[in-house]
């Protein structure tokens, strides 16, 4: 089980910008899918972006467009890059590791995440 510290969070007005990083613990990341999920207070939550191993990607429709996933296997991190924020872009950010429906699979391009980190708070002020 992998063990997921994220940074970065924090305040910022709409319209800016904010990373979230991400660092995974164990030899295996490398091999693994990683990705950010979301819950706003009241909802559900929500895929924000995930990455395979191989450097696929995929994005929520909220984010497609403002938000950049990357992974720098070498330092088993993951960030997530976030501009042109809007209030409706503050939650929770949960930073996971997971598996990715590879091609010729049942589900290509899908994305399972299995371990989780604590979370992070990004508030966008109006």
């Known amino acids: 089980q992998a063990e997921l510290v994220e940074s970065g969070g924090g305040s910022v007005q709409a319209g800016g910008s904010l990373t979230l990083a991400c660092e995974a613990s164990g030899s295996t990341f490398s091999t693994n899918a990683a990705g950010w999920y979301r819950q706003a207070p009241g909802k559900q939550r929500e895929l924000v972006a995930a990455?395979?191993?191989?450097?696929?990607?995929k994005y929520g429709d909220s984010v497609k467009g403002r938000f950049t996933i990357s992974r720098d296997n070498a330092k088993n991190m993951v960030y997530l890059q976030m501009s042109s924020l809007t209030f409706e872009d503050t939650a929770v950010y949960y930073c996971n590791v997971g598996v990715w429906g590879n091609a010729g699979s049942r589900w290509p391009g899908a994305y399972w995440p299995v371990d989780w980190g604590q979370g992070t708070q990004v508030t966008v002020s109006s």
């Open positions: 990455i395979s191993s191989g450097g696929d990607t």
